[in-house]
């Protein structure tokens, strides 16, 4: 009809995109209801291990076969008062498909379903879902009895994320023996030759033994690059009881420094000291064809857990022209001691922190 205005017809497309809107990215915390989520990594795993709390057996579900989307997050209770956590998680891939949260696995501070919250409180944790072998995870949906929030998974916003919710996913990593992913939360500058594997050989054998609490984390100095925090965590052991002697000094002091827009951890001298009087001090074990002793008297020194660079003649079987190689050494312990910052002998090709690994 003449000088008429043409109504557009609507678009089930743009209204769909319209009303799935993403929230936020990585690293924005975005609310749902009483709850505020922030997503810290997302992670695919093969295997997924993860203690809920103290006493709690630990548990492994997977297979060399099976695929795992592990999505850490923290949430905190915005409510007002003191609040038990009840939400649910969907996660959607780059095709629309859309995968529900494996519910058998309980992960630790309790998940998105049943995890206490004081007021104001937060707490880290992790969603588990099953998905075929190749998805690409594209959104989380996460909805509360209050509310709903979609985030955006390709889209991080990492340097939005605030230096405690790093130490709070740090100690959640301990109890899902997460250890490379915890290492690698410190910044490599500071890790004071403490190799992954050697980081590993210190916790592993932790792992379904004990169980960590972080109590309380208190800021004692925080600017743009720097942060301080005075830490506080109880040590469980397998029964669930508090740890009488933990290997590691319940309460702290942490340093963190920011790095191209991420937090990292420094390690410091008590967590060295600790790690070296478990796996004893950075010197090569003595191969069994040695030079006969030497009849010149022996200076002793008293013992220490802090690493000394000495300059005296090895009586390693290890070729002396500092180009190593794993023909080189007679076991796997011997060769990991040569593994340096920066693999500079290529003792490590697959670079999992542990050298020849070939070797017996």
């Known amino acids: 009809m003449s000088g008429a205005s043409k109504q557009r017809a609507p678009n089930p497309a743009a209204e769909r995109m319209a009303q799935t809107e993403p929230d936020g990215g990585m690293g924005d915390r975005v609310e749902a209801g009483d709850l505020s989520f922030r997503i810290f990594e997302v992670r695919s795993k093969d295997l997924v291990f993860a203690m809920s709390k103290p006493g709690a057996a630990p548990e492994t579900q997977g297979d060399i076969e099976s695929k795992y989307v592990a999505i850490d997050y923290l949430t905190k209770n915005i409510s007002g008062s003191p609040l038990t956590t009840g939400a649910e998680a969907k996660l959607i891939d780059d095709k629309g498909n859309s995968y529900k949260q494996d519910d058998s696995i309980e992960p630790p501070s309790g998940g998105t379903e049943g995890m206490e919250r004081g007021t104001d409180q937060t707490r880290a944790s992790t ?10 995870p594209e959104t989380l949906v996460i909805e509360t009895r209050r509310g709903k929030a979609r985030i955006d998974l390709f889209e991080r916003n990492t340097d939005k994320v605030p230096p405690d919710d790093y130490l709070r996913v740090y100690h959640l990593y301990l109890n899902e023996r997460a250890y490379e992913e915890a290492y690698e939360m410190f910044d490599s500058a500071t890790v004071q030759d403490i190799t ?12 379904g033994k004990q169980y960590v609490a972080l109590d309380s984390l208190t800021s004692l100095y925080t600017s743009p690059t720097q942060a301080t925090y005075r830490v506080t965590r109880t040590f469980y052991d397998r029964d669930g009881d508090i740890a009488s002697d933990p290997q590691t000094d319940p309460s702290a002091t942490q340093e963190m420094v920011k790095n191209d827009g991420q937090w990292k951890l420094v390690m410091g001298d008590d967590l060295v000291s600790d790690i070296i009087a478990v796996i004893g001090p950075d010197e090569p074990p003595v191969p ?55 693999d500079p002998y290529a003792l490590d090709e697959d670079g999992n922190g542990l050298a020849c690994e070939n070797l017996p």
Request: with cysteine; hydrophobic share 25%.
């Open 196 to 207: 992954l594997g050697e980081w590993l050989s210190f916790w592993e054998p932790r792992w």
């Open 288 to 342: 069994e064809n040695t030079a006969p002793e030497s009849t010149q008297p022996q200076t002793t020194t008293p013992e220490t857990t802090t690493r000394e660079t000495t300059t005296t003649e090895s009586t390693s079987s290890v070729a002396p022209d500092d180009a190593y190689d794993c023909t080189d050494f007679q076991t796997q312990e011997e060769a990991q001691f040569y593994l340096a910052p920066g």
């Open 127 to 136: 969603m588990f879902f099953e998905v075929p072998n190749g998805i690409v």
